[in-house]
């Protein structure tokens, strides 16, 4: 449990008054785990992480079950989410026969997945980048034209385990193009978690110059060399309000070997709330959701925040 008074809020000049956590464990978290996790659990899951007060919790993902079995469920389990919000439950849909299942069930913010570079376009997706951007535009346009919110990830945008350094007019173009294709919001996705805090300032600043504004841009980083933390400061000095994070620590990439967990929602609400950063996070609910959640896959979460408040050895 957090000790009263802590984190001592002491703000900084510059930041911004509250931040919208996008919550990717049920889907990112879970989908790299080596076992299947039983439905029932996945919905209980989601209903703690909405309960302990995080607005976006992503649900799931429609994609063919030979990729993703661990997300095979999904029709299972969005009805088990009918008591919550659709718009709190964005999905992850590849195509439009995705886009058809999730539609079919109510979704209504659905999230399709580009690549920065070709090789993970073809690890991932089979295609160029370009033809991944060919064949997510009719799925943003039915998403569009049906009311739907759309998100565009984008992976590898600060590194690429092949490729090595992608260089910034390279994701910049890429972003440009999904906001072309009529994306509501993009993800800066650093997939094997390289990324360091000027890197991440001289993206974002390439992204005004283009005219991508900071309210179009959420964060994901990954904390293989422990940079998250330092990487979502750099973004929030640069006035970016949403950072995805995963509860525990959760997740990876199932096609980058080099991309180990993401960002821990539990030391990233530590430092927010230490920075007087607004969530509508309750940590301790978080945090005894996340202890519930590793008891399931029997193992220790790598989050530090999560480890001293619950006294993990």
Same mark, same amino acid.
């Not at 989410?81 to 999730?102: F, H, I, K, S």
């Not at 509501?184 to 991440?200: F, K, M, N, Q, R």
């Given at each position: 449990m957090?000790?009263?008074? #802590?984190p001592?809020?002491?703000?900084?000049?510059g930041?911004?008054?509250?931040v919208r !956590?996008h919550?990717? @464990?049920?889907?990112?978290g879970l989908q +790299?785990?080596?076992?299947?996790? %039983?439905?029932? !659990?996945?919905?209980e *899951?989601?209903?703690r992480?909405?309960?302990a007060?995080?607005? =976006?919790v992503?649900?799931?993902? *429609?994609?063919? %079950?030979?990729?993703?079995?661990?997300?095979? /469920?999904?029709e299972?389990l969005?009805?088990?989410?009918?008591? &919550?919000?659709?718009q709190?439950l964005p999905v992850l849909?590849? +195509?439009?026969?995705?886009?058809?299942?999730?539609?079919?069930? @109510?979704?209504?913010? !659905?999230?399709?997945f580009?690549?920065?570079?070709e090789?993970?376009?073809?690890?991932n997706? +089979?295609?160029?980048? /370009?033809?991944?951007?060919a064949?997510?535009? %009719?799925?943003?346009?039915?998403?569009?034209?049906a009311?739907?919110h759309?998100?565009?990830?984008l992976?590898?945008c *600060?590194?690429?385990p092949w490729? @090595?350094?992608v260089?910034?007019?390279?994701?910049?173009?890429?972003?440009?193009?999904?906001? /072309?294709?009529g994306?509501?919001e993009?993800? &800066?996705?650093d997939?094997?978690?390289v990324?360091t805090p000027?890197?991440?300032? =001289?993206l974002?600043?390439?992204l @005004?110059?283009?005219?991508?504004? $900071?309210?179009?841009?959420?964060?994901h *980083?990954?904390?293989?060399?422990?940079?998250? #933390? $330092? +990487?979502?400061f750099?973004a929030l000095q640069?006035g970016?309000t949403? !950072?995805?994070?995963?509860a525990?620590g #959760?997740g990876g990439?199932p096609?980058?070997?080099?991309?180990t967990?993401?960002?821990?929602?539990?030391? #990233?609400v530590?430092m927010?709330?230490?920075?007087?950063i607004?969530?509508?996070?309750?940590?301790d609910?978080?945090?005894?959701?996340?202890?519930?959640?590793a008891g399931v896959?029997?193992? %220790?979460?790598p989050?530090?925040?999560l480890r001293?408040?619950?006294?993990?050895?």
């Amino acid at each position: 449990m957090t000790a009263a008074g #802590l984190p001592m809020e002491i703000r900084a000049d510059g930041l911004p008054s509250r931040v919208r !956590i996008h919550e990717v @464990g049920a889907r990112d978290g879970l989908q +790299n785990e080596q076992t299947v996790v %039983p439905t029932e !659990i996945k919905a209980e *899951f989601i209903h703690r992480l909405a309960a302990a007060g995080l607005p =976006t919790v992503e649900a799931t993902s *429609f994609v063919h %079950p030979k990729w993703v079995p661990q997300l095979a /469920d999904a029709e299972q389990l969005f009805p088990m989410l009918d008591d &919550l919000d659709p718009q709190r439950l964005p999905v992850l849909v590849p +195509n439009e026969r995705g886009l058809d299942r999730a539609l079919a069930l @109510g979704a209504r913010r !659905i999230a399709v997945f580009g690549s920065a570079t070709e090789s993970f376009a073809k690890a991932n997706l +089979n295609r160029t980048v /370009d033809e991944a951007l060919a064949m997510f535009a %009719p799925v943003v346009a039915r998403a569009k034209d049906a009311g739907v919110h759309v998100r565009g990830y984008l992976s590898m945008c *600060f590194g690429d385990p092949w490729e @090595g350094p992608v260089p910034v007019a390279q994701t910049v173009r890429v972003c440009r193009a999904l906001l /072309d294709l009529g994306c509501d919001e993009l993800s &800066l996705g650093d997939t094997i978690g390289v990324a360091t805090p000027g890197h991440v300032q =001289t993206l974002l600043a390439a992204l @005004g110059e283009a005219q991508v504004p $900071a309210s179009r841009i959420g964060v994901h *980083f990954h904390d293989t060399y422990g940079q998250a #933390l $330092a +990487n979502t400061f750099a973004a929030l000095q640069h006035g970016i309000t949403t !950072i995805d994070a995963s509860a525990g620590g #959760l997740g990876g990439c199932p096609y980058a070997k080099s991309a180990t967990g993401n960002l821990a929602t539990e030391d #990233l609400v530590w430092m927010l709330h230490g920075l007087g950063i607004e969530t509508g996070v309750d940590l301790d609910r978080l945090t005894a959701t996340s202890v519930w959640m590793a008891g399931v896959l029997g193992r %220790p979460s790598p989050s530090r925040t999560l480890r001293a408040l619950s006294h993990q050895e």
